[in-house]
């Protein structure tokens, strides 16, 4: 009986023991596992929105900004290249309404994007990452079809996109160019990583 009592007691200063040294433990695992997971303040600027002033991108032109290491196109487009990629035959298109491809709800529409004239696209091949050419101008040499509407060109593996990024059917590319998230802030200012809604 001695001994049961002695055991007894032993087994709850073991059990009240081991409870002890696993709370110890289990903080002392805690806190480098959660420090661990901070992201550095250099992986935060790496996604962090980026701003663009388009005031000075003249009607036809493009301008790149830098956002999470990927390239973002900002596409100044006249009246006329709005024109022509609306009117551009829907079935030369893989995915003319963008229903397998990457884009903000509010891009919705044949230009992809929140107001036609300004186009924000990732300037990334969707086939294997290569950087396609702009090529906007109707009668542009080397793209290898006619009645080329305007777009870029990726002469890695021959793919072609319109000026809304929309991909042609036949070529190496799956999907249209991806559009990122973004907003206007006024008229001129772009918020390239930050959606219209949630913003
Ligand atoms: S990477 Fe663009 S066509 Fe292959």
């Known amino acids: 009986m001695a001994n049961n009592g002695v055991n007894k007691g032993r087994r709850r200063f073991l059990v009240g023991a081991t409870t002890v040294v696993g709370a110890v433990g289990a903080v002392g695992v805690a806190i480098p596992f959660v420090s661990a997971w901070q992201p550095s303040a250099r992986a935060r600027a790496a996604g962090a929105p980026v701003q663009a002033d388009v005031s000075k991108l003249a009607p036809g032109q493009r301008m790149t900004v830098e956002w999470r290491g990927r390239p973002v196109w900002i596409i100044n487009r006249t009246p006329e290249m709005i024109e022509r990629t609306e009117s551009f035959a829907a079935d030369r298109l893989a995915d003319p309404d963008s229903q397998a491809s990457l884009q903000p709800a509010y891009s ?3 230009m992809r994007s929140i107001r036609p004239e300004i186009g924000v696209l990732i300037g990334i091949c969707t086939h294997l990452g290569c950087s396609p050419v702009y090529r906007p101008e109707p009668d542009a040499t080397g793209v290898g079809v006619d009645d080329w509407p305007g777009g870029f060109f990726c ?3 021959g ?3 319109d000026l809304a990024g929309r991909v042609f059917s036949n070529v190496p590319a ?6 990122p998230p973004y907003r206007f802030e006024g008229d001129n200012i772009i918020v ?5 809604e949630t913003a």
Do not use: I, M
């Not at 799956?174 to 559009?179: G, K, Q, R, S």
């Open 174 to 179: 799956p999907t249209n160019l991806e559009v």
């Open 155 to 157: 002469p890695c593996h």
């Open 192 to 196: 390239v990583g930050e959606d219209e």
């Open 108 to 110: 919705a529409g044949q």
């Open 159 to 161: 793919s072609r996109f």
